[in-house]
């Protein structure tokens, strides 16, 4: 029953090829996010897709390629990948619009991207 | 749109309180203050949200003075595995990508 899960969590692959991670929330939220960790454990968020629609879209190099299918799945694609993609991808998810308080985020663990 | 400070590290003792201060001094008036926990290889949790004042439930205390500018993380009588990394976040309900990134946080280490 976990809340949002991400698959898969390691994905290793060679400069070039394209890869797709898997995120589901089971929350009933209606807002999804991409987030990259580096090494230095900083957190950034990527894209934010709130009803099947992109709301945030941060300057990613467009080798990147969320898509939604439906509010419960947010899938990250990732073209021609390169050794500086290699990171730690999380997906989260919250309630928009919640009054006047931030919805939390929900996250799931991460996949461990890594390019040779 | 506030930005967040916080110590990259902290070390303390099984059995002590542990306070983490982040500072926000560009904080908006409809902001609230949200802290995260992360344990290696998982996805950051949520421990505790406030707006002012102060904020306490199972796991911690949040306190936030009256100017709002900065709020403390306290952590009463730690144990080995409160060990992890501590985010705050600060935004309102627009969730602005600046508002949703998260800082690089602080390492609490705890020794026994």
């Known amino acids: 029953d976990t809340a949002v899960s991400q698959t898969p969590k390691y994905l290793v692959t060679q400069m070039g090829n394209d890869k797709s991670i898997k995120c589901e929330q089971n929350?009933?939220?209606?807002?999804m996010y991409w987030y990259k960790q580096d090494s230095k454990k900083f957190l950034k968020i990527m894209f934010s897709?709130?009803?099947?629609?992109l709301i945030i879209n941060e300057t990613v190099p467009n080798r990147f390629s969320p898509k939604s299918p439906d509010k419960a799945h947010l899938n990250l694609h990732i073209n021609s990948l390169e050794l500086g993609d290699s990171a730690v991808y999380f997906c989260?998810?919250?309630?928009w619009g919640t009054g006047t308080a931030t919805s939390p985020l929900h996250f799931g663990n991460g996949t461990r991207l890594t390019v040779t | 749109l506030a930005k967040t400070t916080q110590p990259i590290s902290m070390d303390s003792y099984e059995g002590q309180e542990v306070n983490i201060t982040c500072s926000h001094n560009?904080?908006?008036?409809?902001?609230?203050i949200t802290w995260y926990q992360q344990f290696p290889s998982q996805g950051p949790r949520f421990i505790i949200q406030?707006?002012?004042t102060k904020v306490t439930n199972e796991v911690a205390s949040l306190f936030i003075p009256a100017d709002r500018k900065s709020s403390t993380l306290s952590l009463p009588r730690v144990s080995l595995s409160d060990t992890a990394v501590y985010y705050c976040?600060?935004?309102?309900?627009?969730?602005?990508?600046?508002?949703?990134?998260f800082g690089s946080g602080t390492q609490l280490t705890v020794l026994p």
């Open positions: 976040l600060v935004g309102g309900p627009s969730g602005s990508a600046r508002q949703l990134t």
């Open positions: 560009n904080i908006a008036t409809n902001d609230y």
């Open positions: 897709y709130n009803n099947k629609e």
């Open positions: 406030g707006y002012k």
């Open positions: 929350l009933g939220h209606d807002t």
């Open positions: 989260a998810s919250s309630q």
